[in-house]
């Protein structure tokens, strides 16, 4: 297994968060570093600060040289996949190739609607998605791209300079939803995120995700298998371990540790110890 953080950029400071990116670059354990894609904290007060997530990733960039970079994930209808083809691509340049292009179809009412930004059925947030993963795809690999959807519609659009990484930058799918989700990922996506759950509830969608590889014939070994942990408030970090070991018992691949705030750099250097010392972190 290996290991990765996430700092949601809600109820902190960017000098809080940039203390722990910064620290966390220079241990190893950690291979990725995430924050999200929200304009209003979730699951929390709405009304506290919350950083914008593509800016505050570019500049984590930016302070950082070893450490792969996400956004976990990105709301798909808050850009146009063509805008956000060209943020990746800047974003996979300014890294060096580190970009990790995480996506989803979107389901925060709340922002949607005080912005004016449609978010739509279920259905509509699904084809959207599936749209949109075909225009990002097509943008971040080819020459040019026409695309005529009922979302989107693209004639010989080009999108340079792409990114060093080829044919594009993973593409990590976040969602747990079997009919629609998983299949979107099977046929698109090099990382899976399951948001959280118990390790049962991974292993069922893991082998859902598995079976809409088969039916498109695609070797479900080519998805790396990721999910969220979280260290509490009370920085419990035999918790940590614990729920990651689980989730491996299962095949999980990469335990993203989702850190509380407000965000301290004082908790890395226990978590990668006890990281280490319990045997999972693989090469």
């Known amino acids: 297994m290996r290991f990765a953080f996430k700092t949601a950029p809600q109820h902190t400071t960017w000098a809080d968060?940039?203390?722990?990116?910064?620290?966390?670059?220079?241990?190893?354990?950690f291979e990725s570093g995430w924050t999200f894609d929200h304009?209003?904290?979730?699951?929390?007060?709405?009304?506290?600060?919350?950083?914008?997530g593509w800016v505050t990733t570019t500049a984590l960039a930016q302070a950082t040289t070893r450490l792969r970079v996400g956004v976990l994930v990105t709301g798909i209808h808050y850009r146009?996949?063509?805008?956000?083809?060209?943020?990746?691509?800047?974003?996979?340049?300014?890294?060096?190739?580190?970009?990790?292009l995480g996506i989803g179809a979107g389901w925060n009412e709340e922002e949607s609607g005080a912005y004016g930004i449609e978010l739509g059925s279920i259905k509509d947030r699904l084809d959207r998605f599936e749209e949109a993963c075909q225009v990002l795809i097509g943008l971040l690999s080819q020459e040019t791209t026409t695309f005529n959807g009922r979302f989107y519609q693209l004639k010989d659009a080009r999108n340079e300079p792409k990114g060093p990484q080829r044919p594009h930058p993973p593409i990590c799918?976040?969602?747990?939803?079997?009919?629609?989700?998983?299949?979107?990922?099977?046929r698109y996506a090099q990382h899976w995120n399951f948001v959280g759950g118990t390790p049962e509830e991974f292993a069922r969608k893991r082998d859902v995700l598995a079976a809409h590889c088969?039916?498109?014939?695609?070797?479900?070994?080519?998805?790396?298998?990721s999910a969220h942990v979280r260290l509490?408030?009370?920085?419990n970090y035999?918790?940590?371990?614990?729920?990651?070991?689980?989730l491996g018992e299962q095949g999980l691949q990469l335990?993203?540790?989702?850190?509380?705030?407000?965000?301290?750099?004082?908790?890395?250097?226990?978590?990668?110890?006890?990281?280490?010392?319990?045997?999972?972190?693989?090469?």
Do not use: Q
């Open 214 to 225: 088969a039916d498109i014939g695609r070797d479900p070994s080519e998805i790396l298998l």
């Open 39 to 52: 304009f209003y904290p979730i699951f929390s007060d709405s009304t506290g600060p919350c950083l914008e």
């Open 80 to 100: 146009h996949p063509a805008v956000l083809a060209n943020m990746a691509s800047a974003l996979d340049i300014i890294s060096d190739g580190r970009l990790e």
């Open 232 to 235: 509490d408030a009370d920085r």
């Open 17 to 29: 968060m940039l203390a722990v990116w910064r620290a966390a670059d220079e241990i190893d354990v």
């Open 255 to 283: 335990a993203i540790v989702y850190l509380p705030p407000p965000h301290d750099p004082a908790v890395l250097e226990p978590l990668a110890d006890a990281i280490t010392r319990s045997g999972l972190l693989t090469a």
């Open 238 to 246: 035999d918790k940590v371990i614990e729920e990651a070991a689980a």
């Open 173 to 186: 799918i976040g969602g747990s939803g079997e009919k629609r989700t998983l299949r979107i990922t099977a």
